[in-house]
């Protein structure tokens, strides 16, 4: 079953309907690592982060079905499509993602990326 997440933006309070992860793109997003040339534990944390956006970026229109509140300058809505392609919005890919992630995996946090708490009223997994 899908819930709304509920969540703050650039000033905007969002509404966000999501739909339960399905086991392959958990898995996926299980198997972000750094590179084995980063030994450095700054350049490992941003090469998972750059890698965990990423992939949220591809995902997240599979599993937001809808997206209500964010508005640009004009007042114009602003699309799932947009938010996962322009970099502005990378904070809210992370925020959506864990959302999802921790209803899925609870007990999954890559190393080096911060827990981002979910809303209250959220199902649990």
């Known amino acids: 079953p899908s819930w709304v997440f ?4 650039d000033g905007d309070q969002l509404h966000v309907t999501l739909a339960p992860l399905e086991r392959g793109d958990a898995l996926r997003i299980s198997e972000i690592k750094a590179t084995a040339s980063a030994t450095d534990p700054q350049e490992q944390s941003r090469q998972i982060g750059a890698q965990f956006t990423a992939l949220w ?5 599979k599993y937001v079905k809808s997206l209500t509140g964010l508005k640009d300058a ?5 699309s799932i499509e947009v938010v996962g392609r322009d970099t502005y919005f990378s904070t809210l890919v992370a925020k959506i993602g864990w959302e999802l992630l921790s209803k899925a995996r609870p007990d999954f946090t890559p190393p080096g990326l ?7 009223g959220s199902p649990s997994a």
């Open 6 to 9: 509920e969540t703050e933006f």
């Open 74 to 78: 004009n007042g114009a809505a602003i």
């Open 114 to 120: 911060p827990v981002v708490e979910s809303s209250p």
């Open 57 to 61: 970026s591809e995902l997240l229109p």
